[in-house]
């Protein structure tokens, strides 16, 4: 074989390499604390941890999944927002947690 022919062979194996040591992309899961940016939670119920939304963001969240009249929002000692605000002409509590998940109880 020549000098060439053997450069060439070792190039083109080394070009390769990398393609297969690729990662692959995160996977949404309970294991994954990323913030919910869909309009669909991922979760039933509120889901503790460190949350950063402000009070504002929170009643935003809140609003932004249908509901009005938010009002006596708090972080509880699990990082949920929770508070009260109307849906469908009816009061009930509801949540935010650290993920964006917006849940409500009636």
Do not use: H
Request: charged share 20%; proline share 4%; hydrophobic share 30%.
């Amino acid at each position: 074989m020549s000098r060439i022919t053997l450069l060439a062979a070792t190039l083109l194996l080394l070009a390769s390499a990398p393609a297969g040591a690729q990662s692959q992309p995160a996977q949404s899961g309970p294991g994954n604390n990323a913030v919910n940016s869909s309009d669909k939670n991922n979760s039933n119920a509120p889901v503790a941890g460190r949350n950063s939304f402000t009070e504002g963001q929170a009643k935003s969240r809140i609003e932004d999944a249908g509901y009005s009249n938010v009002s006596s929002l708090q972080k509880d000692d699990q990082g949920v927002w929770r508070g009260k605000a109307d849906k469908g002409g009816t009061k009930t509590d509801v949540s935010v947690d650290f993920q964006g998940n917006v849940n409500s109880t009636k």
